[in-house]
């Protein structure tokens, strides 16, 4: 049987040449790499160049800026992935500073766990990585990537920050419904493509297929939601924004309930996306699924 565990053991040898690098040297070969990708993933560049200028109605100058920007920083977000074990409290906090702690802490008072409201902004294993480190409770439930060993490596820097890893059981919802009554912080990525079992709700200017699961636990389990994301810094770094709590009405009307609060969760994003566009990632097939409307 052909195992393909040699590539868990190379991306260990990046990653301890890595930690020795000064955190400067890190972004900037960070960016390099990301540069070069740029010119290497002429499938996923135009894609996102093509979603890019279709949602934000700009020029196709102004789109390969903006993507060429994102590709350098997913180059750097790759290396600091890797830098994950060279990495403490201290440490951390030196990278990354918080913007609204309090309405975490807040919601956290509650004793019902938190919802997190993410997207693929920005670093996003740093901001589990960083609020686990800065204190907070964080959970994550695990997903295969495509790959074991990316997935092993994964776990296994995600547990050094101080994630709790909750693995599929039966379904995905009995996983993140022990994290919340546990009273974790749990996050949920609701910026992609949800299938023919999602909820349309215009985002970005297109109808998308998106996930219903944040706003099913909300009502089922009373749990607060606090949209969080990671932005890079300019000078190096990055900066946590935490946002005030979002509200679920209820009126007993489910199928309603549900869309007006993924609404509210999807222009969230949507709004964070459009404030700093070379931060989200562009060439994922977010409106893979055709609306109904769009068919007829």
């Given at each position: 049987m052909v195992t393909n565990s040699w590539q868990y053991h190379l991306l260990k040898l990046v990653s301890?040449?890595?930690c020795l690098l000064p955190y400067s040297l890190l972004l900037?070969?960070?960016?390099?790499?990301?540069?070069?990708?740029?010119?290497?993933?002429?499938?996923?560049?135009?894609?996102?160049?093509a979603q890019i200028k279709e949602s934000l109605n700009i020029s196709s100058a102004e789109?390969?800026?903006i993507i060429r920007r994102l590709f350098t920083k997913l180059g750097q977000t790759f290396l600091e992935v890797m830098y994950l074990p060279a990495l403490n409290p201290a440490k951390m906090a030196q990278h990354v500073?918080?913007?609204?702690?309090?309405?975490?802490?807040?919601a956290l008072l509650k004793g019902k766990g938190v919802a997190v409201l993410a997207a693929h902004v920005g670093n996003w294993e740093w901001l589990g990585a960083a609020l686990a480190m800065f204190g907070?409770?964080?959970?994550?439930?695990?997903?295969?990537?495509?790959?074991?060993?990316?997935?092993?490596?994964?776990?296994?820097?995600?547990?050094?920050?101080?994630?709790?890893?909750?693995?599929?059981?039966?379904?995905?919802?009995?996983a993140a419904a022990k994290a919340l009554k546990q009273g974790k912080v749990l996050g949920f990525f609701s910026d992609q493509d949800a299938g023919p079992g999602g909820v349309f709700i215009n985002f970005l200017g297109k109808m998308a297929s998106t996930p219903r699961g944040l706003a099913?636990?909300?009502?089922?389990?009373?749990?607060?939601?606090?949209?969080?994301?990671?932005?890079?810094?300019?000078?190096?770094?990055?900066?946590?924004?935490?946002?005030?709590?979002?509200?679920?009405?209820?009126?007993?009307?489910?199928?309603?309930?549900?869309?007006?609060?993924?609404?509210?969760?999807?222009?969230?994003?949507?709004?964070?996306?459009?404030r700093y566009p070379d931060e989200w990632l562009w060439f994922q097939k977010r409106w893979n699924t055709k609306w109904e409307g769009e068919q007829a």
């Open positions: 301890r040449l890595v900037a070969l960070g960016g390099l790499l990301g540069r070069l990708y740029y010119y290497i993933a002429g499938r996923q560049r135009d894609r996102a160049i789109a390969e800026q500073e918080m913007e609204g702690r309090q309405y975490l802490e807040d907070f409770p964080v959970a994550s439930i695990v997903k295969r990537q495509p790959n074991d060993q990316h997935t092993k490596i994964l776990n296994e820097y995600r547990q050094h920050a101080g994630i709790e890893i909750f693995t599929r059981g039966t379904t995905e919802l009995v099913v636990f909300v009502r089922r389990l009373g749990v607060p939601v606090v949209p969080i994301f990671m932005i890079r810094q300019p000078r190096g770094g990055h900066r946590i924004i935490v946002s005030p709590p979002l509200e679920f009405v209820s009126t007993g009307d489910e199928a309603a309930d549900i869309y007006r609060f993924t609404s509210q969760a999807t222009q969230v994003i949507e709004d964070i996306i459009r």
